[in-house]
């Protein structure tokens, strides 16, 4: 799994047990709903660190608790 996925697999996680739309956090987060799309559909190659804090605080969680996750730690190496 890459990066990309990960990422968006963990957001649609969250979103899901904190019962909130993807819309509902963007509005939340104080970022763009496109911008969220974007990274959920694989638009977005690289979404910046500020950008996933600013969802983790949408969220209302640290940022360590966003990446301390299974989805995280079973990464494959990306560079080959």
Same mark, same amino acid.
């Given at each position: 799994?890459?990066?990309? =996925? /990960?990422? /968006?697999?963990?957001? %649609?996680?969250?979103?899901? %047990?904190?019962? =909130?739309? =993807?819309? $509902?956090? /963007?509005?939340?987060? *104080?970022?763009?709903?496109? +911008?969220?799309?974007?990274?959920?559909?694989?638009?977005?190659?690289?979404?910046?660190?500020? +950008?996933? &804090? &600013?969802?983790?605080? *949408?969220? #209302?969680? $640290?940022? *360590?608790?966003?990446?301390?996750?299974?989805?995280?730690d079973?990464? #494959?190496? #990306?560079? &080959?």
């Amino acid at each position: 799994m890459s990066v990309r =996925i /990960a990422l /968006a697999d963990r957001i %649609q996680l969250l979103c899901s %047990q904190n019962n =909130i739309s =993807i819309n $509902k956090l /963007a509005t939340k987060s *104080g970022i763009p709903p496109s +911008t969220l799309k974007n990274i959920l559909y694989g638009r977005s190659k690289n979404p910046g660190i500020v +950008t996933i &804090k &600013k969802l983790c605080d *949408g969220l #209302e969680i $640290k940022l *360590g608790e966003f990446f301390s996750c299974d989805i995280f730690d079973n990464l #494959e190496q #990306e560079i &080959k």
